[in-house]
C-alpha cells in the first residue's frame, strides 16, 4: 500500500490514475451502447409483443384529480370483441382490452361471458360519453354453451375489461369517466 502512495505521488502516477479513470469510463459508456443497442427502441412496443390480431389504444380514466394515460388491446370490430380475452391468460404488457362499439349497444341485446378464458376477469361499461355505468367480476368459464353472461344497466359503448380485482388500479369506479384515443401508448 505504501508502495502505491509513493507512486500516486509523482507526477507519472497522478497521470496513469486520471488515464485509468478515464478509460474505465470510455469502456464503461461503450459497454452501456452495446447492451442498450440490444434493447428496442420503444419498449412500450416490446410489451405489445404477442398481442396479433388486436390494435392498440391509449385511453384515461378522470376520477378526481387522477387522470393517467393507460394502453390497451382494442376489440375495434365484430371479430376482436367476439374474440376478447379468449384463449389468453395476460394482457401481452398492456393495462387493459378495451370494447369499442361503433355506436350505443343495447344492454339486452349484448352481454360478456368468460367462455374458454383460463383467468377470471372484471368489467366495467361506459355509456357513449364514457361515463361509468357498473362493473362485475366474471370468473373462468370452460368452453360450454351455458356461461353465465354479464351486462349493464343500460346502452353502453365501451367496456373495459382486466384481470379481476384490477379496476382499480386504472381509477375504474362509480364517478369515473372514459376518455379514449389518448396518445402515448
Same mark, same amino acid.
Given at each position: 500500500m505504501k508502495r502505491l502512495a509513493a507512486v500516486l505521488d509523482t507526477e *507519472?502516477?497522478?497521470? &496513469?490514475? =486520471? =488515464?485509468?479513470?478515464g478509460a474505465?469510463?470510455?469502456v464503461g459508456f461503450f !459497454?452501456?451502447?452495446a447492451v442498450g443497442a440490444n434493447g428496442p427502441k420503444d419498449p412500450? !412496443?416490446?410489451?405489445?409483443?404477442?398481442v396479433g390480431g388486436f390494435d392498440t389504444i391509449g385511453f384515461s380514466i378522470e376520477h378526481g384529480a387522477v387522470n393517467d394515460? =393507460?394502453?390497451?388491446?382494442?376489440?375495434?370490430?365484430?371479430k376482436q370483441r367476439q374474440t376478447g380475452m379468449m384463449g389468453r391468460t395476460d394482457l401481452g404488457g398492456l393495462d387493459a382490452m378495451l370494447f369499442a362499439f361503433p355506436a350505443p349497444v343495447d344492454?339486452?341485446? !349484448?352481454? &360478456?361471458?368468460n367462455r374458454r378464458v383460463p383467468i377470471a376477469l372484471s368489467v366495467a361499461w361506459f355509456d357513449p360519453g364514457g361515463k361509468y355505468l357498473s362493473a362485475t367480476d366474471m370468473e373462468s368459464c370452460a368452453d360450454i354453451p351455458d356461461c353465465p353472461r354479464f351486462t349493464t344497466t343500460s346502452k353502453f359503448k365501451f367496456a373495459i375489461e382486466v384481470p379481476k380485482g384490477g379496476l *382499480?388500479?386504472? *381509477?375504474? *369506479?362509480p364517478g369515473a369517466v372514459l376518455d379514449v384515443g389518448k396518445s402515448g401508448c
Open positions: *507519472g502516477g497522478v497521470r &496513469f490514475l =486520471w =488515464w485509468l479513470i474505465t469510463l470510455i !459497454v452501456y451502447l412500450k !412496443v416490446a410489451a405489445r409483443e404477442g394515460v =393507460w394502453c390497451a388491446l382494442l376489440a375495434g370490430n365484430d344492454n339486452r341485446l !349484448v352481454y &360478456f361471458y *382499480g388500479r386504472l *381509477g375504474i *369506479g
